[in-house]
């Protein structure tokens, strides 16, 4: 089959390899229909995340058919035939974890677990198309998939939607939404995200949903602070505004209810502080540039929340701890815990609340990969999500 | 209680800097077979390193004295009960599903049983071993019969917690490894040092019992590995620590 494949810092390559098999009793196979890039995969193309090996598959945003299940996969949850979207954490839903709804913390799915424990005192779960230290599960932008413990994340589509519409349950959809959850937004709230990428859009709209008066969303790429507005947002613009100040004033010296970053580890920015960060991290010194969190941490109100569903990596200074003891913020993260999201967004799909079809700027066959990992990560050509076709050249020939 | 396991010395697995000379050379000419595809001698200049390494650090013991025992444990909160997690262990037949480098064990009458572990470049080491102690419910111990290959002890304890309807299980192995010094730097040289072994032994023996399976990426799909991608592979242990992707033996067996 054909695979998208790390093979170095900013080099993709699409290689023929052998199909995936069945590995484990509870294992599928998914023939993929749909797959994207993540901007949390440019932060693997810039190679910033340790413990990627060349030679990895990569993808987690990915939907297909099921045409292979493992013997003790529970048929009446998962079959052959059936159309599904791929969660991209993997849980067993049989540990503490799973059980208390903390997907993306199951303790059961990442065969490294003990090198994520070196970095982090436990591991979290498993990631499909991701590094070493989660799991290294080859990943699916790919014609085909090999999905551990089939019968608990995949989600199974119902007749009449497209793949547009539903591929990001995958992931970002469902990502935006808790980043926003985690905001404990109150009716009338006023919720400041920082990123107008996929998973800031996202953000935005959940945010309405869940009852914000207001979301102030900070970007500086043009069409997408339009896509923000699109959404309902009022937008900062960081090349031509203080953020800090301008939050101040919109908010009459009250500062938002709750920040997000939306952002993570690849921050831009203007001054002093951004030089120190980018400086640290190209010498290697540090995995992240805590731009933005420092602002969310500055922004908030006194007693507010600041939300990070952006990735970070590694062990960061410069982050005003201060400021967040002594105005008493309460701190919310993790990577998605998808089962929690996949169905009752699904259902606002169906309803017809939300189209995420929105997002989408560039349909491209995998072969233009490695070209489309650049463009995203430039944001060239009003790039805001890529949607891969694994098989637009097969059905070509 | 208190076991009865004394505070034996355990050197560490780590080459000194005086040894650093002898590593470079043997990685640099291990490098080199891999590049130019020669796993042969990729291999051989990794084992002679090991060699030399351990015959000094045996000639160390010898001067000091020092006991070449091991001992490992570790120990792992489990969802389920202590009852389930006994009945699977106290069948010792079920241990190879659990810790890879055993290939089986057999168990015959009066508590005895015959263990087969794979050694250094696909040999076989086997033993006898008998239960020392049978708690129902609560605890296991074993050891090998005197004159054994592989003299060794283990014993596993499961108490209930943290919360309701959980157990904690902790095992604890003291051994000798076969061949003595060689033995223990190979297997630390491939990933088979005694302590991590027994954590990542009971951390499958936890998913086993939680998930029905052993989460595994060996086997899977990915594109030219190159250097970069089998050092990676070494240094993750990724090979040497995963339960074997032989599907149709695996997939029998079902907690």
């Known amino acids: 089959m054909k695979a998208v494949c790390w093979m170095g810092k900013e080099k993709m390559q699409v290689h023929d390899v052998p199909d995936p098999k069945i590995l484990n009793p509870r294992d599928a196979i998914v023939r993929i229909t749909s797959t994207c890039i993540c901007g949390s995969d440019l932060h693997l193309y810039d190679g910033l995340v340790p413990t990627l090996a060349q030679g990895d598959i990569l993808g987690h945003e990915f939907m297909g058919e099921v045409v292979e299940v493992g013997p003790a996969v529970d048929r009446e949850k998962l079959k052959v035939g059936d159309r599904v979207v791929v969660p991209f954490t993997i849980a067993c839903g049989h540990c503490e974890s799973c059980e208390q709804q903390l997907w993306s913390l199951c303790d059961n799915s990442n065969p490294n677990a003990w090198v994520a424990e070196k970095l982090m005192g436990y591991s979290p779960s498993g990631l499909f198309g991701y590094t070493h230290m989660m799991g290294g599960y080859a990943g699916g932008q790919a014609q085909y998939a090999r999905v551990p413990f089939a019968d608990m994340g995949p989600i199974k589509i119902p007749e009449g939607l497209k793949d547009e519409q539903v591929v990001f349950l995958s992931d970002i959809f469902p990502t935006g939404y808790m980043g926003a959850e985690n905001c404990d937004i109150k009716p009338g709230d006023t919720v400041a995200i920082w990123g107008c990428g996929p998973v800031g859009q996202f953000a935005i709209r959940s945010a309405f949903m869940l009852g914000a008066g207001r979301v102030i969303a900070i970007d500086h790429v043009r069409d997408r602070l339009k896509m923000a507005r699109d959404g309902g947002a009022e937008t900062l613009n960081f090349d031509e505004v203080d953020v800090l100040e301008a939050l101040r004033d919109m908010t009459g010296n009250h500062g938002p209810d709750s920040c997000m970053d939306a952002v993570g580890m690849e921050a831009w920015g203007h001054g002093l502080q951004f030089m120190y960060d980018r400086a640290k991290q190209k010498l290697r010194m540090a995995q992240d540039r805590v731009l933005v969190l420092r602002e969310c941490i500055q922004a908030c109100k006194k007693g507010g929340t600041v939300s990070v569903p952006g990735v970070y990596a590694g062990f960061d200074d410069k982050i005003p701890l201060g400021a967040f003891m002594n105005k008493a913020l309460v701190f919310k993260t993790g990577q998605t815990h998808m089962m929690r999201y996949m169905k009752p967004l699904l259902e606002r799909i169906q309803k017809g609340e939300i189209n995420p079809e929105f997002v989408i700027s560039h349909r491209l066959p995998i072969s233009q990969a490695p070209d489309a990992y650049k463009m995203f990560r430039d944001k060239q050509d009003h790039c805001t999500k890529v949607v891969l076709d694994p098989w637009a050249e097969a059905a070509a020939a | ?255």
């Open chain 2, 1 to 255: 209680m208190r076991h009865s396991y004394g505070n034996s010395s355990e050197r560490s697995s780590m080459a000194s800097y005086a040894e650093m000379p002898l590593i470079l050379t043997a990685g640099m000419i291990s490098a080199y077979g891999l590049i130019r595809r020669k796993p042969t001698l990729a291999a051989s200049a990794a084992l002679s390193a090991v060699g030399l390494l351990a015959l000094k650090q045996n000639a160390e013991n010898v001067e000091v004295g020092q006991s070449k025992q091991h001992t490992a444990s570790a120990s792992f909160a489990i969802r389920c009960s202590p009852e389930r997690a006994y009945r699977i262990w106290r069948d010792f037949e079920n241990l190879p599903r659990f810790m890879p480098h055993l290939e089986s064990v057999a168990t015959g009458t009066g508590g005895q049983s015959r263990w087969t572990a794979l050694g250094p470049l696909g040999s076989r080491i086997s033993w006898n071993a008998e239960i020392v102690d049978d708690v129902e419910n609560e605890r296991i111990s074993w050891r090998s019969l005197p004159g054994s290959q592989v003299e060794n002890r283990g014993m596993i304890e499961f108490r209930p917690g943290p919360r309701e309807g959980g157990t904690i299980a902790t095992l604890r192995m003291q051994y000798l490894p076969p061949g003595g010094a060689i033995g223990k730097a190979f297997a630390t040289f491939f990933g088979r040092n005694p302590e991590f072994a027994a954590r990542e032994d009971l951390r499958r023996f936890k998913s086993l019992l939680e998930a029905g399976e052993i989460p595994t990426t060996a086997g899977q799909s990915h594109g030219p590995r190159g250097i970069h991608g089998h050092l990676m592979d070494m240094l993750l242990r990724e090979t040497s620590n995963m339960p074997s992707p032989e599907m149709p033996e695996s997939m029998r067996r079902t907690a």
